[in-house]
């Protein structure tokens, strides 16, 4: 059987690895040894215990696969060195490390909407304070500002955004209605300003304007993570890594690349990763089979936006339904892929 090495437990790596691990010998690095749902994970600053309905162990859900904890120091093009000095052995590897915020700002009340340990964290913090300032206005920020607002109704919530609009790449209807939402239940939404540094509780704009705080949120700043791209490696790196129309490398036809990681002009969500793994999975079997492999192809797809535990917008390009309907379907999805994989 073929050595399949996958890097980084996600959406992307995951579905590789069930994918092909009764086909492979498959081996999954990851920094911990579980599977998050991330776009559920905003409801644990609000309600902890729903931490539980997200969360599963790797070797629950991927059973035929070797799972291996640690961080990934650097790849080559036959094996891949942790920094324990482990190395692991491939035929093939795929690289699904996703992305991770970065920020000047990174202080004590300060928080980023990456792990559920950080929104745990948070969520003590919050309880005893009043004054809460979001930073970035995508959809991880407005989907935050939502579980906080619907949630916590005596406090005050400030997002400021770097742009002239919410979620700037979801459609008009989209955005209008977000912002209605959000200034319907006491949210002040200051555009077009940009956080640059921190002073005793006070957060400084780029136009010199100063902001109280008693905690932050920080949803801006999103990096791949691609450290272990060193040597000749670092010359795919592009806003992401450099992928062909199969998810490869160029000129290393055996190393493949999914979810956020990848340099593909698309919207960074669990869904496209999800895609991005089954697309790879298909092509390390075709290779193996000496198959014609699977393109790639980015497009848009449906959206579902949370607003809260009980309201969301679904979004397909100029189509949108706002309401319960979106919630409702946001919590199906979440409860058939937890299913799927403790199954």
């Known amino acids: 059987m073929k050595r399949v090495v996958v890097i980084g437990g996600g959406f992307a790596g995951t ?23 991330t776009p559920g994970i905003l409801r644990v600053l609000v309600e902890p215990k729903h931490y539980e309905k997200i969360h599963v162990k790797h070797k629950d859900a991927l059973a035929r696969t070797n799972v291996v904890i640690g961080h990934v120091l650097e790849i080559k093009d036959k094996f891949i060195s942790l920094t324990n000095g482990k190395k692991l052995n491939y ?47 995508g959809l991880v920020g407005v ?34 209605y977000a912002k ?23 957060l400084i704009g780029k136009s010199g304007k100063e902001y109280d705080y008693d905690v932050a949120f920080f949803t801006v700043g999103i990096k791949p993570n691609v450290s272990f791209m060193k040597g000749d490696f670092s010359s795919y790196i592009e806003k992401g890594i450099v992928v062909n129309e199969y998810l490869q490398l160029s000129n290393r036809n ?15 969500t669990a869904q496209n990763a999800e895609n ?29 936006i949370s607003l809260g535990k009980y309201s969301g917008i679904i979004e397909y390009k100029k189509f949108v339904i706002t309401g319960w309907i979106p919630a409702l379907l946001k ?13």
Do not use: W
């Open 15 to 37: 579905t590789v690895a069930k994918k092909l691990q009764n086909k492979c010998k498959v081996t999954l690095v990851d920094t911990e040894d579980f599977f998050e749902y």
């Open 91 to 137: 035929d093939y590897l795929i690289i699904a490390s996703g992305s991770n915020y970065n920020s000047p700002i990174k202080e004590e009340d300060t928080f980023f909407a990456t792990r559920v340990k950080h929104l745990l964290e948070a969520h003590k913090k919050i309880q005893n304070y009043k004054n809460i300032v979001i930073v970035g206005g």
């Open 143 to 176: 989907e935050l500002i939502a579980e906080l607002a619907t949630h916590y109704k005596e406090k005050k919530i400030t997002l400021i955004h770097s742009g002239p609009r919410l979620m700037e790449r979801n459609n008009t209807k989209t955005r209008a």
């Open 180 to 202: 209605r939402f959000l200034e319907g239940r006491g949210v002040k939404i200051i555009f077009n300003e940009t956080i640059n540094s921190k002073s005793r509780k006070k």
């Open 254 to 268: 055996k190393i493949f690349v999914a979810g956020d990681v990848s340099n593909i002009a698309e919207e960074k």
């Open 276 to 304: 991005h793994g089954k697309v790879v999975a298909y092509n390390v079997l075709a290779s193996i089979e000496g198959k014609k492999m699977k393109k790639y192809v980015s497009k848009k797809r449906l959206m579902v």
């Open 331 to 343: 919590f199906l999805i979440e409860r058939k892929v937890m299913y799927n994989l403790r199954r």
